[in-house]
């Protein structure tokens, strides 16, 4: 395994790693202040900032991987990994259309 692969992996577990944490402190910190206050206020925005996250984390993982093997020149792995970001952006878009929030 060469230096740049042990990087990469080690840059993937922090991403990965920061997404969770930050996910399960907004929705620890969000669901109490909802709960407290039913009405939507901070409580509300953070369980929503928190769901973003755990959305977010996955998606950001395969941004990096598409970067990384451009990177290392390895196209096979840069087109297919190009088409499943593909297909996270026009699901995500689909949504936000369909439920009319664009």
Known sequence: MKSSDTRFEILIGRVLR??????????????????????PGAG????????????ATPAARVVLSTIEYILERDWPFAV???????????????????????
């Open 80 to 102: 297919l990994t190009s088409i499943v970001l593909l297909e996270l952006v026009i699901g995500a878009v689909a949504a936000l259309v369909f439920h009319r929030k664009i």
């Open 44 to 55: 509300a925005r953070l369980l929503n900032i928190g769901i973003l996250f755990l959305i």
């Open 18 to 39: 920061t997404g969770v944490v930050t996910s399960i402190v907004c929705l620890a910190i969000g669901l109490p202040l909802s709960l407290a206050w039913p009405e």
